[in-house]
């Protein structure tokens, strides 16, 4: 009865934190500058065992990074588009960070400049499960918002 009560509660943690691994990292970008306002996110999905301890994938100076990096093309700009690029990728055991896919656009020079931006980060730290690295899937928003004048 102990075993079960306890595969159920490790059960609902596995749950839990596959379900609520939403980070804030991204800042908007207003008028090609970033911003620190909420929404752009960081979001970790990873199939987790219920005995196995595991710490996420992780960028140190992220926000550092995208701030000095992420650029506003001048296209978007001037033509007036603002929205969010969705992008997944994987953070591999040796912290590279590959398979980079866009997975819902905002326009060709928006998802182009978020590729490019993840194309050339350095290494992250990578998701660890029993102390070991593994590869981890990482789902990443990017907002793009113009101020109005």
């Known amino acids: ?7 159920a ?4 943690c596995v749950w839990a934190v596959a379900n609520a691994q939403i980070l ?3 800042s908007q970008i207003e008028n090609g500058a970033l911003t620190s306002e909420e929404v752009p996110a960081l979001e970790f999905v990873d199939e987790l065992s219920a005995s196995g ?11 550092n990074y995208v701030r000095t990096n992420l650029r506003y093309p001048s296209a978007a700009r001037e033509s007036g588009t603002e929205g969010v690029v969705r992008v997944e990728a994987t953070v591999k055991a040796d912290g590279k960070l590959t ?6 656009g905002l326009s060709y020079s928006c998802d182009k400049e978020v590729t490019r931006l ?7 730290n990578p998701a660890h499960r029993d102390g ?3 590869d981890q899937k990482v789902y990443l928003r990017v907002r793009f918002k113009l101020k109005p004048f």
């Open 9 to 12: 509660i490790a059960s609902l």
């Open 99 to 104: 398979d980079i896919q866009i997975t819902e």
């Open 53 to 63: 301890e595991r710490n996420n994938a992780w960028f140190p100076g992220l926000k």
């Open 132 to 134: 070991k690295p593994i």
């Open 118 to 124: 993840l194309a050339g980060m350095p290494a992250w």
């Open 1 to 7: 009865m102990k075993t079960i009560v306890s595969l």
């Open 24 to 26: 804030p990292y991204f």
